[in-house]
T-cell receptor, first 112, second 112 residues
Framework: ETGVTQSPTHLIKTRGQQVTLRCSSQ?????VSWYQQALGQGPQFIFQ???????GRGNFPPRFSGLQFPNYSSELNVNALELDDSALYLC???????????FGPGTRLTVL | SQQGEEDPQALSIQEGENATMNCSYK?????LQWYRQNSGRGLVHLIL?????REKHSGRLRVTLDTSKKSSSLLITASRAADTASYFC????????????FGAGTRLFVKA
């Protein structure tokens, strides 16, 4: 059984650019959630995908969008990057929406 | 801020002592989960407690939930230096779509 993986590990972008982050779910999991964690803060919920449909969203603007694929892997896309988007982006997978979440190691995004 | 509140913000204890962390939240929930995070890496799931449960144990961990007070606590008994980490609580609800709210975390330092 493989755990949750994320790519890339680190990324540097400039303001205004677009970025795509990727997440592979743990084997057998059909639900993926994405989080943004600023330094010294708790994670903030971006959105959750269940069986390829978005079924919950936090207070993030529409320039944060996502996809879940038939194999339950997922992407997080962020358009028009701002300096405040610099953070650790975490994804977590679970079997269903209200069960234990297992996190990946995260992608560290720096926006210059 | 969307986040729940945890206290204390930081806790320093000697190896072998017990550590208690508290979490309060504001809205009705389905579940509450506790996680550990080492040095800004991915989160490790510790315990999930459902809204109809009052107490759960896992090894040296004990979690309580009081939905009337909207609070939870995590007790780590016989702490070890390896328990040094940040600990987060996260509430989950599916009212109007899935949402999860993390606290700001308690930073635990266990001295050998």
């Amino acid at each position: 059984e493989t755990g949750v993986t994320q790519s890339p590990t680190h990324l540097i972008k400039t303001r205004g650019q677009q970025v795509t982050l990727r997440c592979s779910s743990q084997s057998g999991h059909n639900t993926v959630s994405w989080y943004q964690q600023a330094l010294g803060q708790g994670p903030q919920f971006i959105f959750q995908y269940y069986r390829e449909e978005e079924n919950g969203r936090g207070n993030f603007p529409p320039r944060f969008s996502g996809l879940q694929f038939p194999n339950y892997s997922s992407e997080l896309n962020v358009n028009a990057l701002e300096l405040d988007d610099s953070a650790l982006y975490l994804c977590a997978s679970s079997l269903g929406q209200l069960n234990e979440q297992f996190f990946g190691p995260g992608t560290r995004l720096t926006v210059l | 801020s969307q986040q729940g509140e945890e206290d204390p913000q930081a806790l320093s204890i000697q190896e072998g002592e017990n550590a208690t962390m508290n979490c309060s939240y504001k809205t009705s929930i389905n579940n509450l989960q506790w996680y550990r995070q080492n040095s800004g890496r991915g989160l490790v799931h510790l315990i999930l407690i459902r809204s109809n449960e009052r107490e759960k144990h896992s090894g040296r961990l004990r979690v309580t939930l009081d939905t009337s007070k909207k609070s939870s606590s995590l007790l780590i008994t016989a702490s070890r230096a390896a328990d040094t980490a940040s600990y987060f609580c996260a509430t989950e609800s599916d009212t109007g779509g899935f949402k999860t709210i993390f606290g700001a975390g308690t930073r635990l330092f266990v001295k050998a």
